[in-house]
């Protein structure tokens, strides 16, 4: 087991709550999660900027209340150049200093298009039309350290790997200062992906996003939308678990664990977890990989 010394440095992910009862849950978790010390939180947006207010909210709240250094999402989509730049300047005000810019994906419709993967994104009339765009914008209005999204195995939507890496560098040169991966299972993948944006001239980090499976058919369904590949190892680990949670939450810690212990053998120091607003799986995983609990300053 690594030493406290060589623990990796991680961040999380959370979404808005849709209820209180999720809300109290969320506040759970990030209060279970908060004295690992991550260097960031962040918190999503929903499709269409459908969570927008609620996302405000959280972000505020993890901030002023956690001790936490806390990330807001803003996407380009469903509002004009004016609207961004207004809750951007809100966020400066409200002391967020860090954006995670996204293109965004069109909210789901009746017949199920758009979304995630599903094409027909039209950029938003007088609004920013692409995350590189946003970026540009973002500094304009203040320093703001910004994230943006970097896709493994490509962007659903990319006509090309070589197209989707030029799609990044934009984002990168527009004044983003690192990226963070979609999640990912194959390592090598990544790896191939890190060596081939350092390649093209991208200096910043690329943090992996580390999906932990809570749920195997779910996840096959998200990796479809978004492009990830799922080897064959974390079929067979899953397979006959549909119906026993305790165990696949078992073996859930100990692929992602495995999966980051390779990547820490391979030079990786960081790691974006998607916590899905759960605290007990991240926590275990964190636990192993030597990433242990600090005081920190809840005043909340």
């Known amino acids: 087991m690594p030493s406290p010394a060589a623990a990796p440095e991680v961040s999380f992910e959370f979404f808005p709550p849709k209820t209180e009862k999720m809300e109290q849950s969320l506040w759970q978790a990030v209060l279970r999660l908060a004295p690992l010390g991550p260097g960031f939180v962040s918190v999503t947006y929903g499709a269409g900027g459908s969570t927008r207010e609620r ?9 002023q209340e956690a001790g936490l250094t806390a990330a807001a999402h803003l996407t380009c989509v469903a509002a004009t150049r004016e609207e961004i730049d207004a809750i951007a300047r809100a966020y400066w005000q409200a002391g967020i200093r860090h954006i995670v810019a996204l293109r965004g994906d069109p909210p789901v419709g009746a017949d199920g298009s758009g979304g995630i993967g599903g094409g027909g994104y039209v950029p938003h009339p007088g609004g920013y039309a692409y995350a590189n765009d946003l970026v540009e914008g973002l500094k304009r209005i203040a ?31 527009a004044g983003a200062t690192r990226a963070i991966s979609q999640f990912f299972f194959d390592n090598d993948k990544f790896l191939a992906f890190q060596d081939r944006a350092a390649k093209a001239g991208i200096t910043v980090p690329i943090i992996p996003g580390i999906l932990p499976i809570t749920n195997f058919t779910r996840t096959v369904e998200m990796a479809g939308k978004c492009g ?5 190892a974390f079929a067979d680990a899953f397979d006959g678990l549909d119906k026993d949670p305790e165990v696949r939450h078992l073996v859930a810690a100990h692929m992602a664990v495995e999966q980051c ?40």
């Open 55 to 63: 996302t405000h909210a959280t972000v505020t709240r993890i901030q």
């Open 228 to 232: 990830a590949s799922i080897p064959p």
């Open 261 to 300: 212990r390779n990547l820490l053998a391979r030079g990786v120091r960081h790691f974006h977890f998607y916590t899905l607003n759960r605290a007990e799986l991240t926590l275990a995983i964190c636990h192993m990989l030597g990433v242990r609990a600090r005081p920190v300053g809840v005043v909340g």
């Open 143 to 173: 320093d703001f350290e910004i994230s943006v999204t970097a896709y493994p195995e490509g962007h659903p939507e990319a006509v090309s790997a070589e197209a989707d890496l030029d799609n990044l560098k934009r984002k990168i040169d």
